[in-house]
């Protein structure tokens, strides 16, 4: 069996039929580059042409091959910033004797299971379990699979989830509980020097069922393949494909999922050059629905990117991010459009405790087909910045807490509104109150604002929503194997037009056996 984990929790939050632009960030699976061991050399000519000798001179030479002290001065100056605040923060919860209480919580309460007996039953069963497959032999089949270069892991997550409005409704709210199932497969094939080269593959099915409204009832699937091969020590291609079939809630009660499928592709080619990495991408996505209800929101999208990362001191990367992309509505003329988005940035491991990630930038949207809308306005495209930064740290051994926060113009699926801008802010943390009790407890808050007067029933208005999420979870660890989680989270949206608005409150329990 492998070691201890804890799987993530299951989502199944609203969906909106509508296209969404991707928010371009450095591709994950970027080498990080590596700081280069020769030591600066003067940018000279020769005496008898004036050729530059060497062009890595002339762009690594101002910043030293990634060894500035300026932005590793920079770097220490904010994280000690930062841990100072946060340390802060600690002191007070140590104050309010946090830490203390939490300890004491955990130990009552496991006393009280030992008192009671209340995991004997369970335990009694996963022991069963385990010695079905010991003698099964399904264990040595696995280990068997994943011999060599090639590794095999697989999942399977159930989830029961009750809620008080099963389709978002502003009045007269429906409950439900659903059903969740989800098994999938992971293959990883590494090879080639230091086994830098892979091919990774998963795949993944989802089973939705409802108690109430077997009009919701679905099926689903993902399908995903990414790879990378070095060509040369410094010359990388790349692949990634997504392959989706699932379906969004609908808008109204008794109506069935809105089914949808969706295609991306994305060939990549990557440079890397000392504290350099180059990396220029193409990405084609599609998406159609079953239904012609909903063609409106059917595109196809092309996208090319440029990400240029440098690495400027031993814990200060640049980041540098160009996005050229084309939006093609089959369906529908006023939605196709073109944008271009410039952004640039840095990440930084700023302490031993803390990192943090921060980009800026620009974006241009036009539409292909202008529309007259109310006071004599015409809706012919925006332009907006757009940010996002992250900020990660470590509290304590058993304490990790993230903090977030982006803007960016989105894709509307509201008809008389081609667009909006979103501010999101996000803040998480997670607690371990023992090596097998894990708390986890976040809060977001976006705010959507549609720009161009519309008409909502009877009256013309600027729409804006308001956005308010809140969850907690607690996942125990019986076994490395299996990990039962329990939830509740809450969702509020308040809109200057009360048609938008909604409430709903979650209760959750989820059992996740990874092998």
Do not use: C
């Amino acid at each position: 069996m492998p070691a201890n984990v804890y799987a993530g929790g299951l989502g199944d939050a609203k969906q909106e039929p509508v296209a969404k632009k991707a928010q371009s960030t450095s591709t994950a699976n970027a080498v990080s580059s590596t700081s280069s061991t020769s030591s600066t050399q003067e940018v000279s000519y020769s005496s008898g042409n004036g050729r530059v000798q060497d062009i890595k001179d002339i762009i690594d030479g101002p910043v030293k091959n990634g060894e500035n002290t300026v932005f590793e001065e920079w770097a220490t100056h904010l994280g000690q910033k930062v841990d100072w605040i946060f340390d802060r923060a600690l002191d007070f919860g140590e104050h309010m004797r946090f830490p203390e209480s939490s300890d004491k919580l955990v130990k009552r309460v496991r006393q009280a299971v030992d008192d009671f007996g209340a995991d004997k039953p369970v335990y009694s069963v996963l022991d069963a379990a385990a010695r079905f497959v010991e003698k099964a032999r399904i264990t040595d089949v696995y280990n068997a699979a994943s011999n060599g270069p090639i590794t095999v892991n697989g999942y399977y997550k159930q989830r029961v989830k009750y809620t008080d409005n099963a389709f978002y409704e502003p009045t007269s709210p429906e409950d439900d509980v659903n059903f969740l199932e989800v098994p999938g497969i992971i293959v990883n094939y590494r090879f080639g020097k230091d086994n830098r080269n892979y091919v990774k593959a998963l795949y993944e099915a989802r089973f939705r069922h409802s108690i109430k409204s077997d009009e919701i009832n679905d099926q689903g699937q993902t399908l995903g393949v990414s790879s990378k091969v070095y060509l040369k020590d410094d010359l990388y291609v790349g692949f990634r494909e997504r392959f989706i079939k699932d379906s969004a809630l609908p808008a109204a009660q008794k109506l069935k999922r809105i089914e949808y499928v969706e295609q991306q592709v994305t060939p990549m080619i990557g440079f890397d050059w000392g504290v350099w990495n180059v990396e220029a991408s193409y990405d084609n996505k599609h998406r159609w629905f079953d239904s012609d209800l909903f063609n409106t929101f059917q595109y196809e999208q092309n996208t090319f990117s440029l990400d240029i990362r440098r690495k400027m001191s031993e814990r200060f990367t640049a980041l540098f991010d160009y996005d050229l992309s084309y939006y093609d509505y089959k369906k529908s003329n006023t939605r196709a459009s073109r944008y271009w988005q410039i952004t640039g940035g840095f990440e930084s491991r700023l302490s031993k405790r803390s990192s943090f990630v921060a980009k800026v930038g620009f974006q241009d949207r036009e539409y292909k087909r202008e529309r007259a809308l109310v006071f004599n306005q015409i809706d012919a495209g925006f332009s907006s910045y757009v940010a996002s930064m992250s900020l990660r740290h470590r509290l304590t051994k058993r304490t990790t807490v993230d903090v977030s926060y982006r803007r960016a113009p989105e894709e509307s699926s509201f008809t008389d509104n081609r667009f909006y801008i979103e501010n999101s802010f996000s803040l998480g943390t997670t607690h371990y109150f023992s090596k097998k009790l894990r708390g986890r407890f976040a809060m977001a808050y976006k705010n959507r604002d549609f720009e161009i007067p519309t008409l909502v029933g009877v009256l013309i208005t600027e729409r804006e929503d308001n956005l308010i999420a809140v969850n907690a979870n607690l996942d125990y660890s019986f076994k490395p194997w299996f990990i039962m989680s329990t939830g509740y989270e809450y969702e509020r949206r308040n809109s200057n037009s009360s048609v938008f608005d909604y409430t709903v409150n979650s209760l959750t329990v989820d059992f996740t056996v990874p092998f």
